[in-house]
């Protein structure tokens, strides 16, 4: 499924790092965060899905998707908290 068939990016969070979004997943309409990592492969991208892969379980449950849009990685997370991938890693 396409990835806009999947989420509604409804407004961008302010800081540097990702671009995050909150978002809503229209499969079934919950709020979540939505993280964009910009920029290719690059080692802080790289870096960032190495922390995923070690989450512990009970925060890895809070994690819905990481997936490729149009050669950028994404990651979907339960929301609220509406935080960047990095405070929320």
């Not at 990016?9 to 995050?20: I, K, Q």
Request: glycine share 8%; proline share 7%; hydrophobic share 35%.
């Amino acid at each position: 499924m396409d990835f806009y068939q999947k989420y509604e990016l409804l407004d961008p969070l302010s800081g540097a790092g990702t671009r995050t979004f909150r978002a809503r997943q229209k499969a079934t309409g919950r709020d979540v965060s939505v993280h964009l990592l910009t920029g290719g492969r690059s080692p802080e991208s790289e870096a960032l899905l190495t922390r995923l892969r070690n989450l512990p379980p009970a925060s890895l449950s809070k994690l819905i998707e990481v997936g490729e849009n149009e050669g950028t990685t994404f990651v979907a997370t339960v929301a609220p908290p509406f935080q960047h991938l990095e405070e929320w890693l």
